[in-house]
């Protein structure tokens, strides 16, 4: 573990010279600024342990359009990472080790669950939820929670996110891309989309592989490829299907950067300018919409980085880990803190001060290690 990130309690003699050495270099550098992972996963077995003897490979379309080579892959990181997806300690002891102060903590993807039928989906919802509660509560100094919600029934994902926010103090809410054949256009889902903007709940828009993922089976394509290409898909049908424009306040955070259309937005804006059938539920110009989005900073390259800071601001970036999957952005807070041209300011922005803003907590202040302080 490195010294620089240490989050034991202070101590004395050597060592908290030792320390005080590295700490007066890092402070020299500016370098530990407060941190909040807003990309970080939780496994729950017992919602797993409802559905297993009812879930069909074609429910899954991540691990169903999978080559043999990738589905091995998967099974062995499952073995390994475990752990680290369902047990607190471990939780505590990478994030001491990666320098996060926060976790915003969302479910694995694998279990959104909007295969099943609504009433199972709820009760596997509000198990997970409750797993996720307990985290929060046994260390609320280090863990807020995102919900997850049944979308396949939007009365009762409205009815999930209000008890989450409600009783159990959650700041906001994942969402896959799609909901089985199904865009976050669609009508029916305007009922969730107003309560999440009434509550001021974040939306985290998080992937699980493409749903029709026939090209994707090879090469691990369904994760490198279909991951983005969802939440790019996604971004388009939310922003053309008029939910942006309905639901001005909404504060969505989308995975991956964003996927691909942050980097490509000039082709929307021209499609919009030239063609009629594109102008059927926005009138202004697409891209006008996709600057109301938040992305996280699993981009892997710098110049990437510096270009969604570029276009969207670095008041919209938030520091994303993945954790703790091998699709992880390594080294994540030292990824921002060597990032070249950000001010200080742009990087506390990105570190934590964006997603403290978002979700509403407060955050240890600059240069107290990893001991955060209570949300608001
Ligand atoms: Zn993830």
């Known amino acids: 573990m490195s010294l620089v990130y240490t989050c034991a309690p202070a101590a004395s003699g050597a060592a908290a010279r030792r320390r005080s050495k590295v700490k007066t270099k890092t402070r020299a550098a500016g370098a530990r600024q407060p941190t909040v992972d807003i990309h970080c996963h939780v496994f729950t077995p017992e919602a797993a342990a409802l559905v297993k003897d009812l879930m069909r490979p074609q429910n899954d379309p991540y691990a169903f359009f999978q080559s043999a080579a990738s589905k091995q892959t998967d099974a062995k990181q499952s073995a390994a990472i475990g752990p ?49 509660a307990r985290i929060c509560a046994a260390h609320p100094e280090r863990f807020v929670g995102l919900a997850t919600v049944p979308m396949q029934v939007p009365e009762y994902a409205v009815r999930e996110l209000t008890r989450a926010v409600h009783e159990l103090g959650f700041k906001g ?80 955070v989308c995975a991956h950067g964003g996927g691909y259309l942050p980097a490509y937005s000039g082709r929307i804006d021209h499609a919009h300018a030239v063609r009629p059938d594109v102008r059927t539920k926005i009138g202004k110009a697409p891209s006008s919409y996709l600057k109301k989005l938040y992305f996280d900073t699993i981009v892997f390259t710098h110049h990437q980085l510096a270009y969604l800071v570029e276009q969207y601001g670095a008041d919209h970036i938030l520091l994303g880990t993945d954790y703790p999957y091998d699709m992880a952005l390594p080294d994540a807070v030292k990824f921002v803190q060597k990032a070249p041209g950000l001010s200080e300011r742009e990087r506390g922005l990105i570190l934590g001060g964006n997603a403290a803003r978002l979700l509403g907590i407060k955050l240890p202040p600059a240069g107290s290690g990893c001991r955060a302080a209570a949300t608001a």
Not at 101 to 126: H, N
Not at 189 to 213: N, T, Y
């Open 84 to 132: 680290k997806l369902t047990s607190i300690e471990e939780r505590l002891k990478a994030m001491d080790g990666d320098g996060i102060d926060i976790q915003a903590v969302s479910t694995a993807p694998i279990q959104y669950y909007y295969w099943a039928d609504g009433t199972l989906a709820l009760r596997t919802a509000r198990l997970i939820n409750d797993n996720i």
């Open 173 to 252: 809410v994942e969402i896959c891309p799609h909901v089985e054949q199904e865009e976050l256009s669609a009508e029916r889902f305007r009922p969730f989309f107003a309560k999440a903007e009434e509550l001021g709940a974040v939306i985290f828009l998080h992937p699980h592989g493409f749903p029709d993922g026939r090209r994707l089976g090879d090469h691990f394509f369904q994760n490198i490829v279909g991951n983005p290409l969802d939440t790019t898909v996604a971004i388009h049908h939310l922003i053309f299907g008029g939910v942006l424009e309905a639901y001005p306040r909404l504060k969505i």
